[in-house]
């Protein structure tokens, strides 16, 4: 039997957790339920572990040099910044991610951040119930028609490719940036492919959709703020705080060079909210708590996808697993 160790954060999905982990891998596997925040408690708790399901637990080449007989780490989440995946591959450690879950959730909050911030929602719902106000055109000259728009999408993965078919749906042109998508694939989505800086200097709206690793991190910074300066643009991140350089964004917001924001990252996922700069501006910011992937539904496809990525990978179809650093079978 195998001897696997759920280290995420499951909190009260933890119960449900047990039950379908138990009905996917219990003929192959022993599941312990161990939440772990820490290197040293990684190492601890996994010690003999054959594999691990995680979340955003740091497994580090540190982690990886101390547990010699993990062979794969399965984890729950779409983005994986906090495995080090050269590492594991070095140390023979194959990494999956979980790219099928939660991708209309995403697409629906990110969807729904933007036409929120267009529409001025918050700032009519805090006139009508807070200041008693029922004055219809308080907000004249900041709400332009959502299909005279155009909307740049950092990204064209799957959640971005949906939010561009949402956001068609109301009438935008769409732009995309990613420098590993070809213009004829974009094609069938009627998305056209731009350079980054033509992707600040035209868009209204800015949606961001990419990866955090060691090529993106921080890739949103002053400079690119200056260049979207021209247009004011929304700007909404349901993707990674990573992206963000922080500094730069708050200095955008306060200088209006964008003029509303969507937020449901930030770079710590427990930031201090009682400190932070962020919680003291006005209603065109909306901050959610890193919750667009979640549903009831997504929740559930988050833990049985992820059981069934290691089922796969030990019973020899490790070519349905969505292995990120190349490793398709078990080190023996």
């Known amino acids: ?11 009260p999905a933890a119960d449900a957790f047990k039950k379908i982990s138990d009905e996917i891998l219990g003929d192959i596997a022993e599941i312990s339920i161990i939440p772990c925040d820490t290197e040293d408690k990684i190492i601890e708790a996994c010690k003999d572990a054959d594999a691990v399901i995680a979340g955003l637990d740091p497994y580090t080449e540190k982690v990886f040099a101390s547990l010699e007989k993990l062979k794969m780490v399965s984890g729950v989440a779409i983005g994986y910044n906090t495995f080090d995946v050269e ?40 006139q009508v119930k807070t200041e008693y106000v029922w004055a219809p055109q308080s907000q004249r000259g900041k709400i332009k028609r959502v299909c005279v728009q155009t909307l740049g999408l950092i990204g064209f993965g799957n959640i971005a490719r949906l939010v561009a078919k949402r956001m068609q749906g109301f ?27 033509e992707l600040y200097e035209k868009s209204d709206i800015i949606s961001v959709h990419a990866l955090l ?32 350089d922080e500094d730069a964004l708050l200095d955008a917001i306060k200088t209006e060079k964008i003029s509303a924001v969507g937020l449901d990252v930030f770079i710590s996922e427990k930031p201090d909210l009682a400190d932070s700069p962020f919680t003291k501006l006005g209603d065109n910011v909306i ?18 996808f992820s059981c069934e990525n290691l089922r796969n990978f030990f019973t020899g179809n490790g070519d349905k697993v969505p292995i990120v650093n190349g490793i398709k079978e078990p080190k023996a």
Do not use: W
Not at 1 to 11: N, P, R, Y
Not at 91 to 107: D, F, H, I, L, T
């Open 287 to 304: 901050i959610t708590p890193h919750a667009a992937y979640f549903s009831d539904n997504a929740q559930y496809e988050m833990l049985v």
């Open 87 to 126: 590492a594991a591959k070095k140390y023979g450690v194959a990494v999956s991610n979980n790219p099928r879950y939660c991708v209309n959730e995403v697409a629906d909050h990110a969807s729904a951040l933007i036409l929120a911030l267009v529409r001025k929602l918050l700032d009519y719902n805090k």
């Open 171 to 197: 009438g935008c042109e769409i732009i995309a940036y990613d420098p590993y998508i070809k213009q004829d694939f974009a094609d069938q989505f009627n998305v056209k492919m731009v350079s980054i800086d």
């Open 213 to 244: 690793n060691a090529q993106t991190e921080g890739m949103i910074g002053k400079e690119a703020f200056k260049k979207m300066a021209a247009k004011k643009p929304i700007f909404v991140n349901c993707a990674r705080g990573g992206l963000i």
């Open 1 to 11: 039997m195998l001897k696997v160790v759920a280290t995420a954060q499951f909190g």
